[in-house]
């Protein structure tokens, strides 16, 4: 997958999350979990920490800026997208085939 098309899977499965959050707000903590996780995996690697530390803020916000923040189309809501904390929260099945219709799409 190219790195746009990338961006598009990715940006559509932060709709999904955004769009879930309200009725799951266990995913925050799911969330700041895998920061913590990550964090301890990638003690020695600052440039991965460094992509954490906004997270960190962002999660301690209100939910409407969380998701406002997960549905950013810009150079700043791709790059966080690339880090998202909010991985696991959607089924694998539901993760291919958002990744299966966006490349299906690119290729009209």
Not at 34 to 46: F, M, S
Not at 56 to 83: C, F, K, S, Y
Request: aromatic share 6%; with cysteine.
């Amino acid at each position: 997958m190219g790195h746009e098309v990338q961006d598009q899977a990715s940006l559509e499965m932060a709709r999904r999350v955004a769009a879930g959050l309200d009725d799951h707000p266990e995913w925050i903590d799911h969330a700041r979990e895998n920061l913590r996780r990550w964090r301890r995996r990638n003690a020695d690697v600052p440039s991965l920490l460094a992509c954490y530390a906004p997270w960190e803020t962002i999660l301690d916000r209100p939910v409407a800026e969380i998701v406002a923040t997960l549905l950013r189309d810009d150079e700043h809501g791709r790059r966080l997208r690339q880090n998202s904390p909010f991985a696991g929260v959607l089924g694998p099945r539901e993760v291919w085939e958002i990744k299966r219709r966006v490349r299906e799409g690119a290729g009209r």
